[in-house]
């Protein structure tokens, strides 16, 4: 539920920034264009955080997947062994 809740303060942050600085343009008030610039700046760099968390959590689940594999074929190897020494 936090990351929908991150991804919608940073669409909301975004949004709102992007309107600052078209209104700040506007108006020709350049403090209200540049805390809306700075606004959703802020915005992109915490979706590319997330997104970059997001990409190192599919990798690491990608590798554990990989061993949990390699685990399995070395329990079904050793099962056979141990049927054939049975035998």
């Not at 403090?31 to 190192?56: C, M, P, R, W, Y």
């Amino acid at each position: 539920m936090t990351d929908l809740k991150d991804k919608l303060k940073n669409a909301k942050d975004k949004v709102a920034g992007e309107t600052k600085e078209a209104v700040g343009k506007a108006t020709d008030n350049e403090e209200l264009e540049f805390k809306g610039k700075v606004q959703s700046t802020k915005a992109d760099v915490s979706k590319n955080i997330h997104d970059k968390k997001d990409d190192v959590v599919d990798k690491v689940n990608e590798k554990i997947d990989e061993h949990d594999r390699k685990d399995d074929a070395a329990d079904k190897a050793r099962r056979k062994i141990d049927e054939k020494d049975r035998k």
